[in-house]
Nanobody, 115 residues
Framework: QVQLVESGGGSVQPGGSLRLSCAAS????????MRWFRQVPGKERELVAG???????YYAVSVKGRFTISRDNAKNTLNLQLNSLKPEDTAVYYC?????????WGQGTQVTVSS
C-alpha cells in the first residue's frame, strides 16, 4: 500500500533553515508528481510546492525563492529545503501523492519558527 513518511521538522529561529524529507513506498515513485502541503490549526491545508515527473517545479508565492523542492527517484524520496524561514512558515508539513485518483498523505512533520 502507498506509504509516505515525513521527517526533518524541528524548531528554528527566524532566518534559519531546515530540510524535510518524505520517504515513499507502495507505488512507482518516479511515475508520479509529488507535492508538499502545510497546515496551521484552524486553517485549510495549503499547497507549498510541487514537482513533476521531469523535475519541473512550482511554488506558492509565499515561499518562492526561499524553499526548494527536489526528488531522488533512486531513493524514492521527496525533499523540501526551507531557507530564510519566517514565523509564518510555522505549520505541519505534509507530502502528498495522488495515485489512481486517490489522495495519500503522510503523518506530517512539525516546523516551528520562533525567536
Amino acid at each position: 500500500q502507498v506509504q509516505l513518511v515525513e521527517s526533518g521538522g524541528g524548531s528554528v529561529q527566524p532566518g534559519g533553515s531546515l530540510r524535510l524529507s518524505c520517504a515513499a513506498s507502495g507505488f512507482t515513485f518516479a511515475s508520479y508528481g509529488m507535492r508538499w502541503f502545510r497546515q496551521v490549526p484552524g486553517k485549510e491545508r495549503e499547497l507549498v510546492a510541487g514537482i513533476g515527473l521531469s523535475g519541473s517545479t512550482y511554488y506558492a508565492v509565499s515561499v518562492k525563492g526561499r524553499f526548494t523542492i527536489s526528488r531522488d527517484n533512486a531513493k524514492n524520496t521527496l525533499n523540501l529545503q526551507l531557507n530564510s524561514l519566517k514565523p509564518e512558515d510555522t505549520a505541519v508539513y505534509y507530502c502528498n501523492v495522488v495515485v489512481v485518483d486517490r489522495d495519500y498523505w503522510g503523518q506530517g512533520t512539525q516546523v516551528t519558527v520562533s525567536s
